[in-house]
């Protein structure tokens, strides 16, 4: 069964700082997709960015990037140039690609950042 | 463009009810998934609906169970209510097959 870990239950970053949390996730399937969502104190859950397995690049997405460790199954997020806004939980998520269809994401515990202003 | 619904925004029961809770996909989208989320915790996936049947399942006992509507809306289903339901619910949609599912804003449910 595949699982994520996220060890950093709370983070902390200064406003304007960059800050880095940590994923690391089990597999033994070779294409998958990786997720950052965030959830808000509002509930909603918003995805963050994304990343297909088979793509060496890292995806990033405005002030968010990723490091992509295939062979170490590591998923980091990086949020660069950190905003208020930016508060909130942050789940790392797996989703196998096996089965066409296949929709069931597991996550992880989540890291809740705090930005400090 | 409205995203994904769900009703009610929180709900009340007591050990031994029954809940249906409710979900309208984002525009275009035909496949559902519902998540249970407890408190400090991660989702946790139920089972997802396309074409009006369970396709997928997790490790949730039969007391959990849903329908999709032709209108691609769905229904969770929780018979015989638990203490340990006490939940924010949640609901994702997407187009069959495709790499992302957009979350609505979750029920919360309280049982006690």
């Known amino acids: 069964a595949q699982t994520v870990t996220q060890s950093q239950p709370e983070m902390s970053v200064q406003e304007a700082e960059t800050v880095t949390l940590s994923c690391t996730y089990d597999t033994s399937e070779s294409d998958y997709y990786l997720f950052w969502y965030k959830q808000p104190p509002s509930r909603q859950m918003i995805l963050v960015i994304r990343q297909e397995a088979y793509k060496q690049q890292n995806a990033t997405e405005n002030r968010f990037s990723v490091n992509f460790q295939k062979a170490a199954k590591s998923f980091s997020l990086k949020i660069s140039d950190s905003q208020l806004g930016d508060a909130a939980m942050y789940f790392c998520?797996?989703?196998?690609?096996?089965?066409?269809?296949?929709?069931?994401?597991?996550f992880g515990t989540g890291t809740r950042l705090t930005i400090i202003p | 463009d409205a995203g994904v619904t769900q009703s009610p925004t929180h709900l009340i029961k007591t050990r031994g009810q029954q809940v249906t809770l409710r979900c309208s996909p984002k525009s275009g989208h035909d496949t559902v998934s519902w998540y249970q989320q407890a408190l400090g915790q991660g989702p946790q996936f139920i089972f997802q609906y396309y074409e009006e049947e369970e396709r997928q399942r997790g490790n949730f006992p039969d007391r959990f169970s849903g329908h999709q509507f032709p209108n691609y809306s769905s229904e969770l289903n929780v018979n015989a209510l638990l203490l340990g339901d006490s939940a924010l619910y949640l609901c994702?949609?997407?187009?069959?097959?495709?790499?992302?599912?957009?979350f609505g804003p979750g029920t919360r449910l309280t049982v006690l």
């Open positions: 994702a949609s997407s187009r069959w097959g495709s790499r992302t599912q957009y």
């Open positions: 998520a797996y989703r196998a690609t096996s089965n066409f269809g296949n929709e069931k994401l597991t």
